[in-house]
């Protein structure tokens, strides 16, 4: 429940309104002590009692235990600075290696101190140089580029370009943690979200469009994997000019999406939903021509084509979040 306290005025006229004792006592507040004021983009003023102090790092302590790999991960993502693995015993070469692993998939965490029976990770990012327009541009166009390359793969039967394509999928989980972690962290920091010119209701939005693209990348790295089921065999001619038309209509509704969720463009936004009916009609017709394929290569277009209308889901709804 809020400490309500009344307003009070001197005789020449500062207003002024009294500390709680119990609060100031446990932040070592005395007579003469310094405290900051800022005032928030919605007028409130922010009380830092520890004006000047460098802020002490969020610590936390895990066990080894059959789910550490998605225990550091949840530590990371909550904004842990320092990250120490225990063990009462020595701690296994295949656990050690499953840490590195995890490790290797996290921006900015990394070892950096370890013996026979702990390993302390440390994360050594500053969040106010990662804007979150920053990343998730870099994001987008690494997901972008694995969606072109992902039909084009299949399309000329490219199993290498198609493994280039899963194997991008790492680097899109990795930039999709590193956004999240920034976000919870400016969250809980309202002044880093002044620095940085958002606010908790731009973090959400940001969340969700981060979850968008990250799913897109995986949807793409699925269907790269169609590819490589495919073998030897390959769609006919008409076929493939019909998937390189839907290809490039998915591509500009993503990038329309993206576009308009970063202007804040409605109108931008309201050209990806009406694309649909193109979409629709496009769809018919490599599902008419997919079925005139050979065994071999009709299901895998098939299922082509409808982790392409799933990419473009994802975009009428990172385009929705501009409304």
Same mark, same amino acid.
């Given at each position: 429940?809020?400490?309500?306290?009344? $307003?009070?005025?001197?005789?020449?006229?500062?207003?002024?309104? @009294?500390?709680?004792?119990?609060?100031?006592?446990?932040?070592?507040?005395?007579?003469?002590? /310094?405290?900051?004021?800022?005032?928030?983009?919605?007028?409130?003023?922010?009380?830092?009692?520890?004006?000047?102090?460098?802020?002490?790092?969020?610590?936390?302590?895990?066990?080894?235990?059959?789910?550490?790999?998605?225990?550091?991960?949840?530590?990371?993502?909550?904004?842990?600075?320092?990250?120490?693995?225990?063990?009462?015993?020595?701690?296994?070469?295949?656990?050690?290696?499953? $840490?590195?692993?995890?490790?290797?998939?996290?921006?900015?965490?990394?070892?950096?101190?370890?013996?026979?029976?702990?390993?302390?990770?440390? @994360?050594?990012?500053?969040?106010?140089?990662?804007?979150?327009?920053?990343?998730?541009?870099?994001?987008?166009?690494? $997901?972008?580029? *694995?969606?072109?390359?992902?039909?084009?793969?299949?399309?000329?039967?490219?199993?290498?370009?198609?493994?280039?394509?899963?194997?991008?999928?790492?680097? %899109? %989980?990795?930039?999709?943690?590193?956004?999240?972690?920034?976000?919870?962290?400016?969250?809980? %920091?309202?002044?880093?979200?002044?620095?940085?010119? /958002?606010?908790?209701?731009? @973090?959400?939005?940001?969340?969700?469009?981060?979850? /968008?693209?990250?799913? *897109?990348?995986?949807? @793409?790295?699925?269907?790269?994997?169609?590819?490589?089921?495919?073998?030897?065999?390959?769609?006919?001619?008409?076929?493939?000019?019909?998937?390189?038309?839907?290809?490039?209509?998915?591509?500009?509704?993503?990038?329309?999406?993206?576009?308009?969720?970063?202007?804040?463009?409605?109108?931008?936004?309201?050209?990806?939903?009406?694309?649909?009916?193109?979409?629709?009609? /496009? %769809?018919?017709?490599?599902?008419?021509?997919?079925?005139?394929?050979?065994?071999?290569? *009709?299901?895998?277009?098939?299922?082509?084509?409808?982790?392409?209308?799933?990419?473009?889901?994802?975009?009428?709804?990172?385009?929705?979040? $501009?409304?």
């Amino acid at each position: 429940m809020a400490d309500l306290r009344k $307003v009070q005025r001197t005789p020449t006229g500062t207003f002024f309104v @009294c500390l709680p004792r119990a609060w100031s006592e446990a932040h070592g507040l005395k007579k003469g002590a /310094l405290v900051s004021l800022d005032e928030t983009s919605d007028g409130r003023l922010f009380l830092d009692p520890k004006y000047g102090e460098e802020p002490l790092p969020k610590v936390s302590v895990l066990s080894v235990g059959p789910f550490l790999s998605r225990e550091i991960v949840g530590r990371y993502l909550l904004g842990s600075d320092i990250i120490r693995v225990e063990a009462k015993e020595r701690i296994a070469f295949e656990v050690r290696n499953s $840490v590195k692993k995890t490790v290797g998939s996290l921006i900015g965490l990394e070892i950096v101190e370890e013996s026979h029976s702990q390993i302390v990770l440390q @994360c050594l990012l500053e969040p106010s140089g990662f804007p979150p327009e920053k990343i998730l541009r870099r994001n987008y166009a690494i $997901v972008a580029g *694995m969606h072109r390359d992902a039909v084009n793969s299949f399309i000329d039967g490219d199993s290498q370009l198609a493994k280039s394509v899963i194997a991008r999928d790492d680097e %899109n %989980n990795r930039l999709y943690f590193l956004l999240v972690r920034i976000l919870r962290t400016i969250i809980q %920091n309202s002044r880093l979200g002044e620095k940085l010119g /958002l606010t908790s209701i731009d @973090c959400l939005d940001y969340r969700l469009a981060a979850s /968008l693209i990250e799913t *897109m990348g995986d949807t @793409c790295a699925r269907l790269a994997s169609k590819t490589l089921e495919l073998e030897s065999a390959r769609p006919s001619e008409e076929l493939r000019k019909l998937l390189s038309d839907l290809q490039s209509l998915y591509y500009e509704a993503h990038e329309k999406a993206l576009k308009a969720f970063v202007n804040k463009d409605i109108g931008l936004a309201e050209n990806v939903r009406q694309m649909r009916q193109k979409v629709e009609a /496009l %769809n018919s017709g490599i599902e008419a021509a997919a079925r005139e394929q050979s065994v071999e290569v *009709m299901p895998q277009t098939l299922a082509v084509t409808a982790f392409l209308k799933q990419i473009y889901e994802h975009s009428v709804d990172l385009a929705d979040l $501009v409304v």
